[in-house]
C-alpha cells in the first residue's frame, strides 16, 4: 500500500508561480509512476503531467513549457518517493484541485491518490 501527501497549493496571480509537492509512503519500492491530475469546478478531472521511475515525463498539451515535473528525492534515487510540480506562467484555466497520483509496475491504471490541494489563480 501507498499513501500520497500533497502540499503546496494556494492562491496565486495571474502570471505568477507555485510549486506543489508529493510524497509517497510505505510500500515505495512498487511506484512506476507519480504524478499530477487536476479537477477545475464542472469540469473532468483530467492529467497534467506524469513522471515514471525511469525519468520519461509526460505533459499535457495546456501545460507545456509551463510547468515541470521532477523527482526530488536526491539520496534514494531507486526508487519514486517524492515529487514537485513547478508551476509557472499560472493562468485563470489553471485554478483547480490538483491531485497527486500514482501507478505499481504491470498497473494500467492509476492506483493511489492523494487528497488534493487547491491551487486557486486569480488578481
Known amino acids: 500500500q501507498v499513501k500520497l501527501v500533497e502540499s503546496g497549493g494556494g492562491l496565486v496571480q495571474p502570471g505568477g508561480s507555485l510549486r506543489l509537492s508529493c510524497v509517497a509512503f510505505?510500500?515505495?519500492?512498487?511506484?512506476?509512476?507519480m504524478g499530477w491530475y487536476r479537477q477545475a469546478p464542472g469540469k473532468q478531472r483530467e492529467l497534467v503531467a506524469a513522471l515514471t521511475n525511469s525519468s520519461h515525463t509526460n505533459y499535457a498539451d495546456s501545460v507545456k513549457g509551463r510547468f515541470t515535473i521532477s523527482r526530488d528525492n536526491p539520496k534514494n534515487t531507486a526508487y519514486l518517493q517524492r515529487i514537485s510540480l513547478q508551476m509557472n506562467s499560472v493562468n485563470l484555466e489553471d485554478t483547480a484541485v490538483y491531485y497527486c497520483n500514482a501507478k505499481e509496475y504491470g498497473d494500467s491504471f492509476i492506483r493511489y491518490w492523494g487528497q488534493g490541494t487547491q491551487v486557486t489563480v486569480s488578481s
Open positions: 510505505g510500500s515505495i519500492y512498487s511506484i512506476y509512476s
